[in-house]
């Protein structure tokens, strides 16, 4: 289980990810906020983080580590108007966490085979634990 502060970099990570053209959108706000919610972060310090981002800190954890990026996925595809750039970051992101280049490449490439770019947990687990073994 993440700690606080684990909880904290992981939602100030995906604040800066959403940040990254500008403006939260109202469906990232609310996405975000869902995600705050889940990691039993009140909306007053989700609210301080927009403006107040904490230290990245790295998951030790390798499932922790997938979770996350999957958050990020989720995301980069919840605005209609995710770009290109928007991947390239996602896969900055995916490396910056310690994920297998080969793994975030593959996920990038099948998403687009989903419908509204969406993977599935099961097949981005999948691709990680091919990676990872």
């Keep these: ?64 580590r997938i979770v996350q990026f999957h958050r990020l996925v989720l995301l980069m595809n919840i605005d209609s108007e995710s770009s290109k750039s928007g991947a390239i970051k996602l896969f900055n992101f995916g490396l910056r966490m310690g994920l297998s280049h080969e793994s975030i490449s593959k996920v990038l490439y099948l998403m687009e085979s989903f419908p509204n770019k969406i993977v599935p947990p099961d097949v981005l687990i999948d691709i990680f634990k091919t990676q990872y073994n």
């Excluded at 301080?48 to 998951?59: F, G, K, Q």
């Design 1 to 64: 289980m993440i700690n606080r502060v684990e909880k904290l970099s992981l939602l100030s990570e995906m604040i800066a990810f959403a940040k990254y053209d500008k403006d939260i959108k109202n469906i990232e706000y609310n996405f975000l906020l869902g995600v705050a919610k889940q990691l039993g972060i009140t909306r007053e310090d989700f609210d301080y983080l927009i403006e107040h981002p904490v230290t990245y800190t790295h998951l030790k954890s390798h499932s922790e």
